[in-house]
């Protein structure tokens, strides 16, 4: 099936990434910590030869995150899935930073691709099947219509 890009623009905030997966499969999900009630997306971060936990806020566009390496704007960061340690580095390049940026994998096949570099808000999210990510990312009443 040949697929064709379609832009959506919507507020940040909006869409709540509820399932997101390192690309062996295994949930970044974290029930334990949470921003306004909603579980996180957790990843091990390495800085400067340290290891760590970071948290980000699961909804897309809010660039809210906490960890114990305490990164600072322009640091940049490498992430990897809690469970497994696979790398979350995927070969695309941010177009404003230059390095490679990371994937967090959602259900039916979508992607959420966002920069290392502490700092560059450059992210976007794919969704391949509409129906399915809408059902996962909204309930029944909010859902938008196509």
């Known amino acids: 099936m040949i697929m064709e890009d379609v832009i959506i623009k919507v507020p940040a905030g909006k869409i709540l990434i509820k399932n997101g997966c390192c690309p062996k499969g295994c949930s970044l999900?974290?029930?334990e910590k949470k921003f306004a009630?909603?579980?996180a997306m957790s990843a091990v971060i390495r800085l400067n030869g340290k290891t760590g936990t970071i948290h980000f806020n699961p909804y897309f566009g809010v660039f809210e995150y906490q960890s114990d390496l305490d990164p600072q704007d322009g640091d940049l960061v490498d992430l990897y899935c809690p469970h497994c340690e696979t790398s979350l580095s995927i070969q695309e390049e941010c177009s404003l930073c230059q390095v490679p940026m990371f994937a967090i994998h959602l259900a039916d096949?979508?992607?959420l691709r966002a920069c290392p570099k502490v700092g560059c808000r450059n992210h976007h999210l794919t969704i391949v099947d509409l129906d399915?990510?809408?059902a996962a990312f909204y309930n029944e009443e909010r859902r938008p219509k196509m």
């Open 37 to 39: 009630g909603k579980p």
């Open 109 to 111: 096949g979508g992607e």
């Open 132 to 134: 399915a990510q809408f």
């Open 29 to 31: 999900t974290n029930p």
